[in-house]
């Protein structure tokens, strides 16, 4: 069966550091990879998602993931943390080989010092 | 284009009472689903719909939890009757097709409190 392990239920950089959130996955089939974000008292909102084809992909508001197959890994970074970025973000994948339903990660909550 | 609405954002109730909530996902949108989101945890499948039918709901309580999705449109899922553990947010999402490889866009959920 597919799962969803993040590292750190709780990661805080500094203003202007980089922001790395880990993620390691594993199933039996190929999968689809998604970063989610949720803000405070907010849905979950689509960063990024890895499907095929290359596997270093760019999401929005200055996030990336490298799907590394070796490493069962997709972990999400970001050159420079903003204080906007504070959030909850949560990893996740496809389940099956139908791939149509998305299991989700325990989140990592990110916090931006001044 | 609209997101999916759901209804209401915050709910209170006492456990024992019944409650429903409300979701009308993006136009066009064949699959719904309805997730469960714990403080501290990430969401979690309860049901997933496609059309009007049931595709997976094995991860419902069935014994107090019950959905629907009429005309394959909006949804409803109800619980009754409630328990201290149910307090949670209750996500629901929407996607284009079964197939998840676009992921799915999310309502902003609705707080449920059971005291």
């Known amino acids: 069966a597919q799962s969803v392990t993040q590292l750190g239920s709780h990661v805080s950089v500094s203003e202007g550091a980089l922001v790395l959130l880990r993620c390691n996955y594993s199933?039996?089939?190929?999968?689809?990879l998604f970063w989610y974000v949720q803000y405070p008292n907010q849905g979950l909102q689509l960063l990024l998602k890895y499907t095929t084809g290359a596997t270093l992909v760019k999401g929005i508001n200055g996030f990336e993931a490298e799907f590394k197959k070796s490493e069962t890994s997709f972990h999400l970074t970001k050159p420079s943390a903003h204080m906007s970025d504070a959030a909850e973000y949560f990893c996740a994948v496809t389940q099956g080989s139908s791939a149509s339903k998305i299991i989700f990660g325990s989140g990592t909550r990110l916090s931006i010092r001044p | 284009e609209a997101g999916v609405a759901q209804s209401p954002r915050y709910k209170i109730i006492e456990k024992r009472q019944s409650v429903a909530f409300w979701c009308n996902p993006i136009?066009?949108?064949?699959?719904l689903y309805w997730y469960q989101q714990i403080l501290g945890q990430g969401p979690k499948l309860l049901i997933q719909?496609?059309?009007?039918?049931?595709?997976?709901d094995s991860q419902l309580p069935k014994d107090r939890f019950s959905a629907e999705r009429l005309k394959g449109v909006d949804s409803t899922l109800k619980i009754q009757p409630a328990k201290l553990e149910d307090s949670a947010v209750y996500l629901c999402?929407?996607?284009?097709?079964?197939?998840?490889?676009?992921?799915?866009?999310f309502g902003s959920g609705t707080r449920l409190t059971v005291v």
């Open positions: 999402a929407s996607s284009f097709q079964q197939k998840a490889n676009y992921g799915y866009t």
């Open positions: 136009s066009g949108h064949a699959t």
């Open positions: 719909f496609q059309n009007n039918g049931v595709v997976d």
């Open positions: 199933s039996s089939v190929p999968p689809y």
